[in-house]
């Protein structure tokens, strides 16, 4: 449990309603985050490796998704549909973002009068910095909406036949 966070009881008696999520609830929406994308990630290796290695092992979700992309914007593209996998990458990209914020912050709940709990993150690798700062938050809602939307990109993007050979 987080010590810096609004304790339960106050949210409801700030909004006078039930306490709409916890710090737990967002702990497991970043762990249902997280695990999406890793299953799109060993998607991809399985899919794409044989055009590009570098798309298995370390290294950046972003990159990877990078490699995706180049191997559909070729000029003899590698996939089968490249302009349906390009266009479900730039859906899922600020989603990827996303985790990557949040797999490296730390999270804090707070309550305000018109949203109930909001979930706030700071990127602990720039909390240091005076100048940058990477931090954001997120309603219940936001949260919801966020995991749907990037478990239909994802699902989609797996239910195409994208290998050529």
């Known amino acids: 449990m987080n010590d810096m966070s609004t304790p339960i009881v106050a949210e409801q008696e700030i909004t006078g309603k039930p306490p709409s999520f916890t710090i737990d609830d967002a702990h497991i929406f970043r762990s249902k985050l997280i695990d999406k994308l890793a299953e799109i990630e060993t998607w991809m290796a399985r899919k794409f490796a044989k055009f590009d290695p570098d798309i298995i092992g370390r290294g950046p979700l972003g990159q ?74 997120l309603t219940s809602g936001q949260m919801k909406h966020f995991l749907n939307r990037t478990e239909q990109i994802c699902d989609q993007l797996k239910s195409l036949e994208n290998s050529k050979s």
């Open 64 to 137: 990877k998704l990078g490699k995706v992309r180049k191997l559909a914007e070729q000029a003899e593209p590698k996939l089968k549909n490249p302009a349906k996998v390009l266009k479900l990458l730039d859906r899922l990209q600020p989603y990827a973002d996303l985790r990557a914020e949040l797999a490296h912050s730390t999270l804090k709940i707070f309550t305000t009068e018109e949203q109930g709990n909001i979930i706030f993150y700071e990127n602990a690798n720039d909390a240091g910095h005076s100048t940058i700062k990477k931090s954001g938050q």
